[in-house]
């Protein structure tokens, strides 16, 4: 079975500063790997993904993420944060084989000036 | 483009009440079709997915069902709720040609009394 796990349920970071979000899955099988933002009061929006190729994703707002087979890791990773960067990020699995996401538990980052 | 709505964005229900949330999206066709309940303070649950017309598939045994009368329309509902059904709920849609890559509408918020 796929499982995720967010061990920061909170991060918080000045801005300019980087920062890494941590995830961590569990899964006997290929997967695909998700990261998702959310703002207050609104839907999910994609970051970037895993599908297969280069373990270094580059996705929107200067994010970045990590694939680690070895060590079941797909960290999120920005240089330098804004305020705007403030939100609830989200780490989701999928077996290959699989139709529906699995997501962790979230982690708020709040950037502070 | 493919635009997916959601509605409505708030509600307020006494226990006992019924529920009925809609979900349709355009600009493609014979999506996968997913439910996700956000609770306060916690991540994404899969409530329930459609592959097709009449096709739904239930995650978690609860006080919620779903339908799907049209190939573009997911309906989430309950005869009676609980107040423990108060929570944010989002719908979402995939591609069947493609890597379970997750497009969400804006989400409900529900709030029973």
């Known amino acids: 079975a796929q499982s995720v796990t967010q061990l920061d349920s909170q991060v918080p970071v000045f801005e300019e500063a980087p920062v890494e979000l941590r995830c961590n899955y569990s899964?006997?099988?290929?997967?695909?790997l998700f990261w998702y933002v959310q703002y207050p009061n609104q839907g999910l929006q994609l970051l970037l993904k895993?599908?297969?190729?280069?373990?270094l994703v580059k996705g929107i707002n200067g994010f970045e993420a990590e694939f680690n087979k070895s060590q079941t890791s797909f960290h999120l990773r920005k240089p330098s944060v804004h305020i705007s960067d403030t939100a609830e990020y989200f780490c989701?699995?999928?077996?290959?084989?699989?139709?529906?996401?699995?997501f962790g538990s979230g982690t708020r980052l709040q950037v502070q000036p | 483009s493919q635009t997916i709505h959601q509605w409505p964005a708030t509600l307020v229900q006494p226990v006992g009440s019924p529920l009925s949330l809609e979900c349709t999206v355009e600009?493609?066709?014979?999506?996968?079709l997913y439910w996700y309940r956000q609770a306060a303070g916690r991540g994404l649950q899969l409530l329930f997915y459609?592959?097709?017309?009449?096709?739904i598939s239930s995650e978690v045994p609860q006080n919620l069902s779903a339908s799907r009368p049209q190939d573009r329309q997911f309906i989430l509902s309950s005869k009676k709720l609980l107040l423990s059904d108060s929570g944010f709920y989002l719908c979402?849609?995939?591609?069947?040609?493609?890597?379970?890559?997750?497009?969400f509408g804006a989400g409900s918020r529900l709030t029973v009394l």
């Open positions: 899964s006997s099988v290929s997967v695909y």
């Open positions: 989701a699995v999928v077996d290959t084989g699989r139709r529906a996401l699995t």
């Open positions: 895993y599908l297969s190729g280069s373990t």
């Open positions: 600009g493609t066709s014979n999506p996968n």
């Open positions: 459609s592959v097709g017309i009449g096709q």
């Open positions: 979402a849609w995939s591609d069947v040609s493609g890597a379970n890559v997750l497009t």
